[in-house]
């Protein structure tokens, strides 16, 4: 029996696919085995006698489901989780996050005029220095030095 090794492992590579993805008509054995050329082997091709076999479904719609789920907060339950709290959002993070965001805005207090430059500095530092855990109590605070240099302003 002749052999159809040679025509797979070619019409592998001419179809650009592995040699289990190529299916040869079991009927045309005979011609197949002849085949010895990639010519030969293209014409086959074409005339339908050697195949390349359609990719499996691999469907994701049970993982977009999961997904959708979880993005509503499904499944992310205490015995769900593997990493530390710290290793699933480091605290270093949070702590760049906030300072950026108060940085961000004492900059734009500092442009437009609301603060003068001594009191970004101190409040920079101080807003360093972890005194203020968000944009409202800097911003209450920020309220409160302008008024109390507004009041000794006016005592003076």
């Known amino acids: 029996m002749p052999?159809?090794?040679?025509?797979?492992?070619?019409?592998?590579?001419?179809?650009?696919?592995?040699q289990n993805a190529v299916y040869l008509d079991p009927s045309e054995h005979s011609?197949?085995?002849?085949?010895?050329?990639?010519?030969?082997?293209?014409?086959?091709?074409?005339?339908?006698?050697?195949l390349k076999r359609t990719?499996?479904?691999?469907?994701?719609?049970?993982?977009?489901?999961w997904n959708a789920a979880k993005a509503k907060g499904?499944?992310?339950?205490?015995?769900k989780r593997k990493g530390?709290?710290?290793?699933?959002?480091?605290?270093?993070v949070l702590w760049?996050?906030?300072?950026?965001?108060?940085?961000?805005?004492?900059?734009?207090y500092r442009e437009s005029k609301k603060i003068d430059k001594h009191l970004y500095h101190e409040l920079y530092m101080q807003v360093k220095g972890n005194r203020y855990k968000?944009?409202?109590?800097?911003?209450?605070?920020i309220h409160f030095s302008k008024a109390e240099l507004k009041r000794e302003k006016e005592l003076a």
């Open 3 to 18: 052999s159809v090794k040679l025509a797979k492992r070619l019409a592998a590579s001419i179809l650009k696919c592995g």
């Open 31 to 50: 011609e197949i085995s002849v085949a010895n050329s990639r010519q030969s082997v293209r014409k086959l091709i074409k005339s339908k006698i050697i």
């Open 55 to 65: 990719q499996t479904v691999h469907s994701r719609a049970r993982a977009n489901l």
């Open 74 to 79: 499904r499944h992310m339950g205490h015995g």
């Open 84 to 92: 530390s709290a710290n290793a699933r959002l480091p605290v270093k």
């Open 96 to 108: 760049m996050r906030r300072m950026r965001v108060l940085r961000r805005m004492l900059k734009k």
């Open 134 to 141: 968000t944009k409202r109590v800097l911003m209450e605070h």
